[in-house]
């Protein structure tokens, strides 16, 4: 799939996802494009929603808000969100009722689309320098899990932090910093580096999400804000509706990763 | 003034402003921490606005956004900004209607503070890099300009861009572009060097808000997005009731400017 996709720009990939000719994970697809993780809620929280990815900024960088009812984003990507994501979960109540590869039949009058920046991005930043993302290397899904950090609550919206986290060899990681913390809209620097124990994680063997990942001598586990920590947090105030994309099913972009630098 | 308040940390100034001891302008005050320019609105105004912040964070970097009904800010300041700034305007419909020291007799319980960052922050770090700033060396108001920049509009906001604009030393330019560059929560870079017309502005000579000053022989006219676009984004909406500070009566925050770097 990645090689039939590799010369086709995102505008391309996105009309077979929407004609239902791609329904797989996005990783890997249109290079140097950002990818973005999709939040749908109904506006009667999306001021609430808004307002904690701004007081949330590290882990809920945004990259669009579609205008009330459209599902159309218009600056990161001429998209419609509602049919160019190759599958979307639909949660009532906080729990999963269906998954779904298009949502105009669900579609209300009164939704928000929240588009929100992807580690993808600074991923391809790192493999560039040489910086090894060893998930990528091993084929699996990277390890995320839930931490003691608190975010800054905002409104009906509250919770820890989710991380993600990348073993990296002890003398790459000043560059993975500097390399990261250039693309604040994608997560941006560490939120911390080395032990597990200092930010509530018991168990790095076992990830909250995703796969455990080989951590070598000589590397140190380097953790980032996650773009999980959003759909956790809404999940937890159980709205009567919420879509988001399926994991690693994300809207690829118009943008280019490195504009997501400044 | 100034002289007086130099040792007093932003807490105890703010507190001279609270009963009324301080009611001039704050520029200079409490050197290395940021200053803060103000907007109040109503709820129903509230989410069009924060969103508006959102899709045009170059002239409206947001520092924070108090809770529904709340004059307290709790990240960036420990203050109360109904009475910790030393000057507000009130307009109604659009109308400058008051000038108050104090709002708390018309704090309404569905108003929501948006604090934004403000250039005296990259200025400070201009001037530590021994670049001029000649607005300060002549003692006058930064002069400002309506441009042809469209902002990107939001619900019932739109409009086009306020800039202020610096005469710089055409060798200077370079690093201004930098050091500024690096602190996008106070505007950051420039957005336009050099032909005032080429954005719009047709005589520099007469700027639209503050005061002109001298451009010498060998130096550039540099254009920074400018915290008077939300004020007259906002006006030109007339709604019923909005608040901001007075031109120059900012609110001085608890978070030195070297902060709001990253």
Redesign the interface.
Known sequence: MQKMTESLTPKEVRLKIRKGEITGQTSGMCPGYAQANLVVLP?DL??DF??F???NPRSCP?LE?T??GSPYTK?IADADIASDIPKYRVYKEGELTDVLTDIHDIWQDDFVAFLIGCSFSFEEALLEDGIPVRHIEEGRNVPMYNTSIPC?SA?VFHGNMVVSMRPIPHEMVPRAVLIT?EM?RVH??PVHIGDPEAIGIRDLSHPDYGDMVTIKEGEVPVFWPCGVTPQNVIMNTKPDIAITHAPGHMLITDTLNTRLK?
């Open positions: 506006k999306a001021y808004l307002l990815t701004q007081r945004l808000v205008d009330l600056f800054t409104g913390g604040p941006g620097a400044y």
